[in-house]
Each structure stands twice: as structure tokens, then as C-alpha cells.
T-cell receptor
Framework: AQSVAQPEDQVNVAEGNPLTVKCTYSVSGNPYLFWYVQYPNRGLQFLLK??????LVKGSYGFEAEFNKSQTSFHLKKPSALVSDSALYFCAVRDMDSGTYKYIFGTGTRLKVLA | GAVVSQHPSWVICKSGTSVKIECRSLDFQATTMFWYRQFPKQSLMLMATSNEGSKATYEQGVEKDKFLINHASLTLSTLTVTSAHPEDSSFYIC?????????????FGAGTRLSVL
């Protein structure tokens, strides 16, 4: 069965420090991976995706993610965190077994950036 | 990026009434839209996949007679919560697929908070 895991419920980081939000996946075949951010009482905003190509993917708001096939990971990173980055982050993988474009979402990681 | 509009953003209703939530793709055509439900501090639970011009595909455990989905046009899908009860109170979010080669990115609406009294 395909799955996505976000092992940390919450990540705290000081403003200006680098941040990492972890995601690991289990899929059959090549993964389509996505990161989204959710602010309170809002829908999800697309940050970035990995389909194929370079393992380092750059996305919106200075975020990037590194695809690591051997470790089946797709961690979200940012070199210098901002207080405004505080939000809920979701990793997702396309459900390739379903034959549709459904996603499987992780449980989410709450990022708190402290001033 | 592609814009998905969801309306209303907040609705309060009495138990036993029905509530309709609209999801529109504003600047693209969406043959497929998805409806999710999100409980407080939890991840998104996919309820159904809505395909334009055909019946929605519901996930296991989701009552199709309670959560009616209609996708009558390429830019509009609606979710109707029929005979709502307090346990239906939740945050409902829709998304739409933007087709583009291998991208297939889901773009999300801002969500609808439903409170059933």
C-alpha cells in the first residue's frame, strides 16, 4: 500500500535559522511528490512538486525540497525561516494505484518560527 | 497559479437542513475536482472524486446519499450536505486538477467551515 509519513507533529525553529520539515513515502513505481502549506481557516497552497529531473526542487516563498530515492524521502527546506512561515505543512504523493489523480496526504507538520 | 474559489467560507445551519457548497475553477477548466473533509488538527480525508458529466466516485465509508456531489460544468462542482447533523460540522475543502503534461497539480479552494447547531 502506498503511504506518506510526516514523523514530526511540530517543528520549532528560530527566525533566521534554516528549517527542515520531514517527509518519507512508500509507493510503487516512480513517485509524484508535492508539498502544500495551510494557514488557519484556509485551504492548501501549492508550494512545490517533484515529478522527475533534478533532485533539488525549488518552489514558492523560498522553499525547496530534496528528493532522495534511496531514503524514500522528500524533505522540505528553507535556508532562513521567517515568522510568517509558521503554518501547517502537508506532504502528498499521487496515488498511482488508483488510476486517478488522487493524492495521499501525510498527517501534517506544524511549523512554528519563533521571533 | 490556478485559482479555485469556494463558497461560502462559513455557514451555520440548523440540524436537519441541507447546505450546498460550491467549488469553482476561475481561470481554467477542471474535468476533475476533489472534495475533502478536515477535522481539527488532522489531515485531509478525501471524500469523493467529482468528474464533469458523470457520477462522483466516493471513498469507502462516505455516505453518497448524505453528501451529494454534482459536477455539471467544467468549472463548477457542488457538495450538498443533506439533513445535516452536528456530527457533520467540519471544514470542507475542494480542489481541482490542472492538467498539464505530467504536472497534474491539485489547486485548493479556501475551504468552508460548516457548523450545524
Amino acid at each position: 500500500a502506498q503511504s506518506v509519513a510526516q514523523p514530526e507533529d511540530q517543528v520549532n525553529v528560530a527566525e533566521g535559522n534554516p528549517l527542515t520539515v520531514k517527509c518519507t513515502y512508500s509507493v510503487s513505481g516512480n513517485p509524484y511528490l508535492f508539498w502544500y502549506v495551510q494557514y488557519p481557516n484556509r485551504g492548501l497552497q501549492f508550494l512545490l512538486k517533484y515529478i522527475t529531473g533534478d533532485n533539488l526542487v525549488k518552489g514558492s516563498y523560498g522553499f525547496e525540497a530534496e528528493f532522495n530515492k534511496s531514503q524514500t524521502s522528500f524533505h522540505l527546506k528553507k535556508p532562513s525561516a521567517l515568522v510568517s512561515d509558521s503554518a501547517l505543512y502537508f506532504c502528498a504523493v499521487r496515488d498511482m494505484d488508483s488510476g486517478t489523480y488522487k493524492y495521499i496526504f501525510g498527517t501534517g507538520t506544524r511549523l512554528k518560527v519563533l521571533a | 497559479g490556478a485559482v479555485v474559489s469556494q463558497h461560502p467560507s462559513w455557514v451555520i445551519c440548523k440540524s436537519g437542513t441541507s447546505v450546498k457548497i460550491e467549488c469553482r475553477s476561475l481561470d481554467f477548466q477542471a474535468t476533475t475536482m476533489f472534495w475533502y473533509r478536515q477535522f481539527p488538527k488532522q489531515s485531509l480525508m478525501l471524500m469523493a472524486t467529482s468528474n464533469e458529466g458523470s457520477k462522483a466516485t466516493y471513498e469507502q465509508g462516505v455516505e453518497k446519499d448524505k453528501f451529494l456531489i454534482n459536477h455539471a460544468s467544467l468549472t463548477l462542482s457542488t457538495l450538498t450536505v443533506t439533513s445535516a447533523h452536528p456530527e457533520d460540522s467540519s471544514f470542507y475543502i475542494c480542489s481541482a486538477i490542472v492538467y498539464g503534461g505530467a504536472l497534474n497539480i491539485q489547486y485548493f479552494g479556501a475551504g468552508t467551515r460548516l457548523s450545524v447547531l
